[in-house]
């Protein structure tokens, strides 16, 4: 039994996340196993590196499946890239062994929120960006990112319903920085819950723009339940930028 | 009377060009014009620097309208912004002299084609960008572009039915780069018949991928007629970077 990895670029504009719910549903999961399945006759089952909340995108999301198919990698490679839709895109394969799990072997990922802090849009990246024009101050937001730095429970931080599930988390970095009124927030943890990076975005916005101080970003970590404050950031500036293994 | 210049953004995917063909069509002079009369009260004409084609892009566009209305530009800004559709974005206007035409002043125009040339697309510019895995020697592309520059007869590369308009243009330069497998083809002329930067990029890639050389290209130029080989580029991949005066 052959184990491939996938490196995959997607555009989430318009699909329900990358987690499939059922068979046929509009989700990256679903239109890859789809393909995948086809190709091989076999009923194919794609392990990802986690969960992207509807609308969300990807430029190097990591999944593996096992197949008893012979093809090549890159004859599998341009299957996909013919039958795929236009906003999915599997960019590389290969072979690993056996045990390589892309969930449960993931070290760590990162994740890339972009705001354009112009006055107006963009239209060339209107689909992968936030747009506000309210001034953004990024050394409050940079402040307040420091209390989220390290291990934390982040109960706070999560749309999570159960609270069975464990809900610590180690964020390793947050780097915010700024190009021609673009504004990026990078972060890198070891696992995120329920829309915890779009909340945590949320939430470093409103500090940014005035509304929140970085004590009451503590005060809501502190706190360990999901709080009134900190909304969540729209699903089309978050970007996977990377897993790592 | 005011006379108002503006810079405008757009990307002209789901349009039929620039230039309006009859009152409520899908172009991109309409939807300005529409707007502008519902802001004024008047009957709007706005002149453009230029037709671009259906499901061509534009980066900065010149255009200005005269009207009475009073409104102060950052306001006339602001109206736009909220009542054009999400692909389209007047950037920046002011005051100018009574006699400037965005069509007749123009001195030169900038054109960037854009190309993918890595193996697969790139899902979050696949609607600007032409893509082609296909080898494209680009110093021979250099060498070809280098027959058109200058004052020459460009009827062998305009769809321009009729043959009673001057077919004089001025190709001041063509940049050919690559970065990071993206080749960006820059044309910078006094101006352009209809198609006449497709054609020239389409011919020119038919000397990169190695079906033409150079001296066909001279070949072409000097037939002075639109001859079969020379293939018009896909307008996707086209956008009009600014225009001079």
Known sequence: MRNLKMKIQYDGSKYKGWQRQKVGDLTIQYKI???????????????GCGRTDAGVHAE????????????????????????????IVVK???EVGERFHARYNVKSKTYVYKIN???????????????????????????????????????SFTNLKSSTKPTVRTINYINISEVNGIIEVEINGDGFLLNMVRIIVGTLLEVGLGKLKSVDVKKILDEKKRLEYGPIAKAKGLCLKEALY
């Open 60 to 87: 190097n999301y990591i999944a593996n499946f096992h197949t008893e198919c012979e093809l090549s990698t890159n004859s599998m490679l341009d299957y996909l890239y013919e039958f795929l839709p236009e906003d």
């Open 33 to 47: 196993e789809n393909v995948l399945s086809k190709m091989t006759g076999e009923d194919i089952k794609v392990i």
């Open 117 to 155: 802090n112009n006055k107006f849009r963009n239209v060339f990246n209107r689909k992968y960006v936030y747009q506000t024009e309210e001034h953004i101050n990024l050394s409050d937001m940079r402040e307040a990112a420091e209390v989220l730095i390290g291990t934390h429970d982040f109960q």
């Open 92 to 94: 590389s394969m290969e």
